[in-house]
């Protein structure tokens, strides 16, 4: 024994051949064969459970179903705008003070003044309606029509075409269900003679618009997504299966959003079309890896869907969590329907995960004898030949990058946008017709409320007004001392017209404006207003539509910065954890967004001009929804060059063997948006999808060329700042 003790120990580099063999697993080898042990444990349970599994899916159809239908849907872009902002609580307090939540300007042609009285009586009767208020009610029995001033006469009333303005209050707010139960009711009375604007008619016709056509919008996806799938997969069958499960994980996503309250029609519109585009790869990731299993386990079809699952939940979900950051970067908007979309989207997409690996696996194995009599060859032709063109000739990629980003960049940045929803609504809408009829025969757009206290004194109230009179743009000040005008002593004005415009605390002055709402003009307009009233009365507000429209411009200004950033920022952080790279982040997030600013910049020089929310909605969505693919092929170069290929031969092979699976969810994602945005006849909804739909096919393009491009040139960079890229010749013997 004492001899062995004095034998000095080898140098541990000299064990190091033979020690190698017998070293136990290193720890981080051990969690991720626990990981793995667990997965496939997880596949086993649900491939035995399938048919439960089935039933119950099913079954909870049947809740979320009937909760989605009796979600109450928010037509009021509007009122997504911060409460704390002044115009906001404006109009808590007309609606607290004067019991007045919305007004509308309707137009009255064709018409007696004796038939408007009557039909002034019949409004009024109508649930929810609380003042009227036109010329002749103005003028009323004891005051004589020449007393009353003539520029009020002029603005109500156009001599040539015989049609009057009459005012409607209503004493619940814009976007309420029994204000616009109210506008139905109002306008089932009078045959198109009295025409109705303002935004709660707007509200009205959106309503209309969006319940003809939201379940078109998913038959139109789903049908388009079904036909590239069934061309572009090797089943017929196998598409629908799709689409069945993804349907019941809309049902579920969008039965869930009864724990918001309500959902705007942006998102009741966008949620099922964009979940069904979003959550396509998952299944056909599912698929393919049940194939590939199928070869190593040709006589057990349930072990190999046991290992698809296992695979397809262990690679769906670090792609997903880069989709739900994006679609959750909407919620740091101050403009709240950024949050609506962004949180019912996110949730979207958790159920297509849990679908995907629970519902998708006990369908296909239900159906696999059927699934295999559809079976055929993809029309998808050889890719093979593009990962070498591509690698041979990446500098002209490059170049191409250096060129066009400046000018998408640029285009992007400078791109018009439009506010006003009813300008791009049908021309055959009612609240359409009625504010081109405004425009058309008054001279009038936008129409705003002043709120001032009753104890401005009646020449200081007079002088407001007039001055207010005298701003460009503005064709009518009218408040209770301009109906009054000089002459008319105040007792004399009936009391329901000064209970209308002064409650004792508070009064209200309507400003009738020839500029449209959203227009430069008059948000010049309102500037000069608030300046105006805030001589007079620091406490007075100016609220309407066309101030409220004012804030949304300079609010959504603000979050488009900052949902862009947060967005990049979570992405980035998500990719660098994933693949465990510094480079890979700053290279992936860089092509993408290369993506994004050629999509985004294409219609600054076509001349189209995007609604408001464009820039945030499209960015964030194709950001989180197409750097999967990006994701996909780092990760087929990264194994690769793990395994030993030169830069070149690594390229080469991730580009190959992702190409198609990166085409079919791409060619799905357009196909779904794509005749949405042609169908629909809500500009927003329809440019929306339009953009989403091209965003697809560009960022297809881009990873398939230029991502390619930029792993030949930073190769090296790679990896020296990447975990698992470098071969290791002893990783072999271990």
Partial sequence: PLFFLMIRRPPRSTLFPYTTLFRSPMPQENKKKERVKKMIKFGKWVVKFRIPILILSFLLL??????YMNTRINYDILSYLPGDIETMKGQDILLDEFGTGAFSVAVIDGMQEKEISQLEDKLKEIDHVKDVLWYGALADISIPMDMLPDDLKDSLQNADTGSQLMIITFDTSMSADETLDAIEEIRGLTNEQCLLSGMSAVVTDIKKICNSEVIMYVVIAAGLSALVLALTMDSFLLPFIFLLSIGMAIVYNLGTNFIAGEISFVTQALAAVLQLAVTMDYSIFLWHSYLENQE???????????HAISQTLTSVVGSSITTI???LAMCFMTFTLGMDLGVVMAKGVVFGVIGCVTILPSMILAMDKWIEKTRHKAIIPDLGRIGGFVTKHYWIFIILFLVIIGPAFYGQNHNQVYYDLMGTLPDNLESVKAGNALENDFDMGATHVILASSDLNSKDARNLENEISDVDGVKLALGLDSVM???VPKDMIPDDIKEMLDNGKYQMIYVISEYKTGSD???????????????????AMLIGEAPCTEDLITITNTDFNTVNAVSIILIFIIIAFVLKSVSLPVILVMVIEFAIFINMGIPHYTGTVLPFIASIVIGTIQLGATVDYAILMTNKYKRARNHGAEKRDAVRTALDSSLQSVIVSALSFFAATFGVGLYSSIDMISSLC???ARGALI???VV??????MFMVFDKLICATSAGFRYKKDSSVQ
């Fill in 296 to 306: 190593r386990y040709p006589d057990d079809r349930k072990r190999a869907m046991s």
């Fill in 699 to 701: 960022s297809l393009i």
């Fill in 704 to 709: 398939a060329f230029i991502l390619p491009a």
């Fill in 521 to 539: 003009e008059v948000n010049a307009q309102c500037d000069a207003i608030r300046d105006i009233i805030k001589k007079y009365d620091d406490t």
């Fill in 485 to 487: 005008g000089p002459t």
């Fill in 62 to 67: 049947i809740p979320t179903g009937i909760i």
């Fill in 690 to 692: 339009m953009l989403l």
């Fill in 325 to 327: 950051a994006g679609f």
